[in-house]
């Protein structure tokens, strides 16, 4: 099996079951935390993710660790419309894939310890822009 597709397999059961459960009750307490509410592509039920990011003049800006394989990205790429809970408030807004930015360098300007774990644990780079709703 491809070393890429086993770890892609063991971070999606750390998240799963260790982090995403631990970090959804930690959103709005921790600086650059946020919850992502998007529409599952085939249910069309609600799916909330946290994720870590920076909220810049409006826009909501994240890296995904497996770019176009997580869940949470290919809804999007099905219904761009999403809700994020920042700092223990909800905001709706669209949600943009940008592929050609440096997922790299854009983490470099997002906070410190999440940046670090989408370093370590990502296979796929890819930003997430959401642009909040006013």
């Given at each position: 099996m491809n070393s890429t597709v086993t770890k892609r397999r063991r971070v999606g059961w750390y998240h799963r079951h260790i982090a995403n459960p631990l970090m959804r009750?930690?959103?709005?307490?921790?600086?650059?935390?946020a919850l992502l509410e998007t529409t599952g592509r085939r249910s069309g039920v609600p799916r909330r993710t946290p994720v870590g990011g920076r909220l810049v003049d409006g826009s909501f800006w994240l890296v995904s660790n497996h770019g176009l394989a997580s869940d949470y990205v290919r809804n999007i790429e099905a219904n761009p419309r999403v809700r994020l809970r920042h700092r223990s408030r909800w905001h709706h807004g669209t949600a943009y894939l940008l592929p050609a930015d440096d997922a790299r360098a854009r983490l470099r300007r997002?906070?410190?310890?999440?940046?670090?774990?989408?370093?370590?644990?990502?296979?796929?780079?890819?930003?997430?822009?959401?642009?909040?709703?006013?």
């Amino acid at each position: 099996m491809n070393s890429t597709v086993t770890k892609r397999r063991r971070v999606g059961w750390y998240h799963r079951h260790i982090a995403n459960p631990l970090m959804r009750r930690l959103v709005g307490h921790l600086p650059g935390q946020a919850l992502l509410e998007t529409t599952g592509r085939r249910s069309g039920v609600p799916r909330r993710t946290p994720v870590g990011g920076r909220l810049v003049d409006g826009s909501f800006w994240l890296v995904s660790n497996h770019g176009l394989a997580s869940d949470y990205v290919r809804n999007i790429e099905a219904n761009p419309r999403v809700r994020l809970r920042h700092r223990s408030r909800w905001h709706h807004g669209t949600a943009y894939l940008l592929p050609a930015d440096d997922a790299r360098a854009r983490l470099r300007r997002l906070p410190r310890f999440n940046s670090w774990n989408v370093r370590m644990l990502g296979t796929d780079l890819l930003t997430v822009r959401i642009d909040l709703d006013r």
